[in-house]
């Protein structure tokens, strides 16, 4: 149920013409708040550093680099 109420939400707020962005963080915000609690936002935090400690995320910044390394020569 939370689900549909999710995507229901979703596009309401696209189709209102709010950016992606804002829309997707809030729902997110809205809905964390509402199934999990405040202790929710401990949960999304401590998984989102686990998942930063990561080497493939090192690719993505190394690639970046060599883009720009390669366009000034």
């Known amino acids: 149920m ?3 109420l999710m995507f229901f939400s979703l596009l309401v707020f ?3 013409g709010l ?3 804002f829309v997707l963080g809030g729902i ?3 809905f964390t708040l509402l199934l999990w609690g405040p202790s929710g936002f401990n949960i999304i935090v401590a998984r989102t550093f686990a ?4 080497f493939v995320l ?3 910044g190394l690639f970046v680099l060599m883009a720009k390394v390669l366009a000034k020569a």
Do not use: C, H, K
């Open 51 to 54: 998942s930063m400690q990561g």
């Open 14 to 16: 696209l189709s209102a």
């Open 58 to 60: 090192l690719a993505i």
């Open 2 to 4: 939370a689900t549909f």
């Open 19 to 21: 950016e992606v962005v």
């Open 28 to 30: 997110t915000v809205i």
